[in-house]
């Protein structure tokens, strides 16, 4: 099983790409791989709006 622990989004060039982080674990138990990265240049649109609805949340989160 593989389950994302952490990401970031970079925009370079007028692309979106995710940094992520993520772990595997086997069906018993035994971690595979630790903090394991990959990156990703996002193309489909409807995940830049998601990721945009992210950053609008996170800024209403802001403090004055």
């Known amino acids: 099983m593989k389950k994302v622990t952490a990401w970031t989004k970079y925009e370079d060039g007028g692309f979106v790409e995710i940094s992520f ?9 035994k971690i595979i791989k630790d903090n394991a ?6 193309m489909d649109n409807e995940i830049i709006k998601h990721i945009q609805a992210v950053e609008q949340f996170l800024t209403t989160k802001l403090e004055d």
């Open 21 to 29: 982080n993520y772990k595997e674990v086997s069906n018993d138990g």
């Open 37 to 42: 990265k990959a990156s990703i240049v996002v």
